[in-house]
Nanobody, 125 residues
Framework: QVQLVESGGGLVQAGGSLRLSCAPS????????MAWFRQAPGKEREFVAT????????DYADSVKGRFTISRDSAKNTVYLQMNSLKPEDTAVYYC??????????????????WGQGTQVTVSS
């Protein structure tokens, strides 16, 4: 069974950095599109960033552009989300997601059919 396992969340002060990792298990994801979403208490899940594994092409939400970077390491079969200049409004549970054979970069959560359990990121002011 395919699983996504996130790690790297935690508590950080505003202006600090964290790096999230997403390690798929059960198969390699070199033909997949990978994404990060987040959900704050009382809010809907929102798109953060996506990467097409085969090409490395990326897309970001405007709210994180210039501060967050999504990347993948094929040797480690891992996707990363480097988060810099963190703000209190970045506080949320962050989820890794995957979908096979993307023809474009997708931003909608319902386009992804494999999800991780989430990792909490808390940014204090």
């Amino acid at each position: 069974q395919v699983q996504l396992v996130e790690s790297g969340g935690g508590l950080v002060q505003a202006g600090g950095s964290l790096r999230l990792s997403c390690a798929p298990s059960g198969r390699t994801f070199t033909s997949y599109g990978m994404a990060w979403f987040r959900q704050a208490p009382g809010k809907e899940r929102e798109f953060v960033a996506t990467i097409r594994w085969s090409s490395g092409s990326t897309d970001y939400a405007d709210s994180v552009k210039g501060r967050f970077t999504i990347s993948r390491d094929s040797a480690k079969n891992t996707v990363y989300l480097q988060m810099n200049s963190l703000k209190p409004e970045d506080t949320a549970v962050y989820y890794c997601a995957a979908r096979p054979n993307p023809t474009i970069l997708f931003r909608r959560a319902n386009e992804y059919n494999i999800w991780g359990q989430g990792t909490q990121v808390t940014v204090s002011s």
